[in-house]
């Protein structure tokens, strides 16, 4: 086993990242590259990646079952939103407060969800 082969195999087992991508948007996304030099910095980064996403799940959540619980007591009301981004538009009109508090649940875990790839 010549020196290269010896320092990838001691690699291996001290990474805990893998050398494969995963195939994720590019705007959440912690991109950490194979052969980091600080290890501590990327032990760290993927942690607050992993406490930001359980933050946003969380909170996602509560929204959702907040909304399910406002729709299922019948709550009343008329809320009524546009939103336009690059491109997309989203339309919801005469909706009940429960189900805008579920869409934007469903919002907040969508966007606040673990990403993250390894770059080489």
Same mark, same amino acid.
């Given at each position: 086993?010549?020196?290269? &082969?010896?320092?990838?195999?001691?690699?291996?087992?001290?990474?805990?990242?893998?050398?494969? &991508?995963i195939?994720?948007?590019?705007?959440?996304?912690?991109?950490?590259p194979?052969?980091a030099? &600080?290890r501590?910095?990327w032990?760290?980064?993927?942690?607050?990646?992993?406490?930001?996403?359980?933050?946003?799940?969380i909170?996602?959540?509560?929204?959702?079952?907040g909304?399910v619980?406002?729709?299922?007591?019948?709550?009343?009301?008329s809320?009524?939103?546009?939103?336009?981004?690059?491109?997309a &538009?989203?339309?919801?009109?005469?909706?009940?407060?429960?189900a805008?508090?579920?869409?934007?649940?469903?919002?907040?875990?969508?966007?606040?969800?673990?990403?993250?790839?390894?770059?080489?």
């Open positions: 086993m010549n020196n290269k &082969e010896k320092r990838d195999e001691r690699n291996k087992k001290n990474t805990i990242f893998s050398s494969t &991508e195939p994720i948007d590019k705007e959440y996304t912690a991109q950490i194979i052969d030099k &600080e501590d910095l032990k760290r980064v993927t942690l607050f990646q992993l406490v930001y996403s359980i933050c946003g799940l909170v996602g959540f509560v929204c959702i079952i909304g619980t406002l729709f299922l007591h019948g709550i009343t009301g809320t009524s939103w546009i939103a336009k981004f690059v491109g &538009e989203s339309k919801l009109s005469d909706a009940a407060p429960g805008v508090l579920f869409i934007v649940g469903l919002l907040i875990v969508w966007i606040t969800r673990f990403n993250l790839k390894t770059r080489k």
